[in-house]
């Protein structure tokens, strides 16, 4: 099976397709999938882009709408992890994962697929301390410390992975893991980017849960975007056998490599579909009791703990989930909008607030699996809130009964025990090939672009008895110009 790993895709859709597309001219083979690894931009109007966290001069509706108006369908499945400029709104519709448009999917706030036998997994967002042990309490309308706080990674998502058991062939992250660059070339990097020297020698560039993740699932393969650059590693097993090739990508704009093929061994005459992988929907359905829609810390269970610490599942248990599926795991195709799409010829077009939405997929998810929709969740607290408003003026209204009073508080009591269960633009057709025998994981690989469009279609040395790879570096000074998203 033949993969495209795009880094930031910044809204460019039309563009990464198009360089696809480029691609399987050169060599006359088509591209089965393409994965994303975050800032994809999911905006399907200019509410969604009013939710994103980044500066208003880079705000552009960019091409996704097309895709998801049905003006346009994604020529190859696409699959994508959230960074940290997204629709949030829109993402948080989906925290377990769902399509926001014909063959393209959301991983959700973390989740594990399977593709024709590829086992693939993925984080979405960035890491920040603060935020780390906190529920997922965010919600539209967004304020400004919320509206970046809803895309932190947080410590629920990370115990979830690290129940899983078997190889996991890819995994996605946005930012790096923590520690990745003394893994590979570090002093190349410094020459391209000498401001990340302090965070280095600080240990403080990137995500120490995801080394810590890394370390524990020593993936195949392990791609990142965040920091516009390429940068590719090596990542031993200590005392074991095993070896993460780890690549980092670009963002998707000019002279930039932003985009890398292999080819990875996937089963024999399977279909490129999507399937649920049995054993994380067996961790979501063992760690539902964990999930928390507030702000307040929240511990994971340990091993010193109090009951369950360790959720990684019996054959019984995935049997038991398997069921709930009536035994076919295949991700249906039930996409549907849950919002008008933008029309750029519409040009008295109102900017709505943005709101809480349920989305169909989430709740047809949750009622087959037996588990909470966060987004549910948070409309409770909402209506709970607004009942106490409600009785807290009564009671200002009147003499102040104790009975009533004793009724209020009783109703959130009950209710908190319910709690706790970018831009279109064209390509030319100029692209040069080197043949050079580099390999694509070493040190001497993590080169920034020249003046040329660079394809390298050399054989990777590092290749196993399980992962074949052939790759293709791809940089985009073919593009005209464009604007950042």
């Known amino acids: 099976m033949r993969i495209a790993v795009e880094g930031c895709a910044h809204g460019e859709l039309d563009i990464i397709y198009e360089t696809i597309q480029e691609i399987e001219k050169i060599d006359g083979r088509k591209i089965d999938l393409l994965i994303c690894c975050g800032d994809f931009q999911a905006t399907r109007n200019l509410s969604d882009l009013e939710c994103m966290a980044i500066s ?39 925290p377990y994962g769902g399509w926001v448009a014909p063959n393209i999917y959301y991983l959700g706030y973390a989740g594990v697929v399977q593709v024709a036998g590829v086992r693939i997994a993925g984080l979405s ?60 070339d570090e002093d190349a990097l410094l020459k391209r980017k000498p401001f990340f020297k302090d965070d280095i020698e600080s240990n403080t560039l990137g995500s120490p849960p995801g080394m810590e993740l890394l370390e524990h699932l020593y993936p195949s393969y392990w791609f990142s975007a965040h920091l516009h650059c390429k940068f590719a590693a090596l990542v031993p097993e200590k005392g074991g056998t095993r070896v993460t090739k780890f690549l980092a990508l670009d963002k998707c704009l000019p002279k930039r490599k932003f985009l890398q093929v292999l080819e ?50 019996t054959m019984k248990e995935k049997q038991t989930v398997y069921e709930k599926f009536n035994s076919n795991l295949q991700i249906p195709h039930n996409f549907t909008q849950t919002v008008k799409p933008y029309n750029p010829y519409d040009t008295h077009v109102r900017i709505e607030q943005p709101q809480l939405l349920i989305n169909d997929q989430t709740t047809q998810f949750c009622q087959i699996l037996g588990i909470d929709d966060p987004s549910a969740l948070l409309q409770i607290i909402a209506s709970s809130t607004l009942k106490d408003n409600s009785k807290s003026s009564e009671i200002s209204d009147m003499d102040t009964s104790g009975e009533y009073m004793s009724e209020s508080m009783e109703i959130s009591f009950q209710e908190e025990s319910v709690l706790n269960s970018t831009c279109q ?41 399980n992962v074949n790879i052939s790759t293709m570096s791809v940089d985009s000074a073919s593009m005209r110009d464009s604007k950042q998203c």
């Not at 880079?58 to 049905?70: A, E, H, I, Q």
């Not at 539209?140 to 706080?149: A, E, K, V």
């Not at 809803?150 to 899983?164: A, G, P, S, T, V």
Request: negative net charge; proline residues 4%; contains cysteine.
């Open 425 to 465: 633009e064209n390509l030319t057709n100029k692209y040069f090939v080197d043949n050079s025998p580099t390999n694509l994981f070493s040190k001497s690989n993590n080169d920034e672009c020249h003046n040329s469009n660079y394809v390298d279609t050399s054989k990777s040395a590092l290749d196993d008895d």
């Open 264 to 313: 990875v061994r996937s089963q024999e005459d399977s279909l490129i579909q999507l399937d649920y992988d049995l054993e994380w929907l067996t961790i979501l359905y063992l760690t539902n009791h964990l999930l928390s829609v507030k702000s307040n810390v929240q511990y994971m269970p340990g091993q010193y703990g109090v009951g369950r610490w360790a959720y990684t599942p």
């Open 125 to 184: 967002g960035i890491y920040k301390s603060q935020h780390w042990m906190q529920g997922h309490y965010e919600k539209p309308p967004y304020s400004d410390n919320t509206l970046r706080s809803i895309y932190h990674i947080r410590n629920l998502e990370i115990f979830r992975l690290k129940q899983l058991s078997g190889k996991i062939d890819i995994f996605l992250s946005h930012d790096w893991p923590a520690g990745i660059t003394k893994y590979g």
């Open 56 to 94: 208003n001069k880079y705000k552009d509706m960019c091409t996704f709408y097309k895709y998801y108006s049905g003006e346009k369908k994604a020529p190859v499945l696409t699959i994508f992890i959230g960074g940290n400029h997204e629709a949030s709104n829109y993402l948080q519709e989906l």
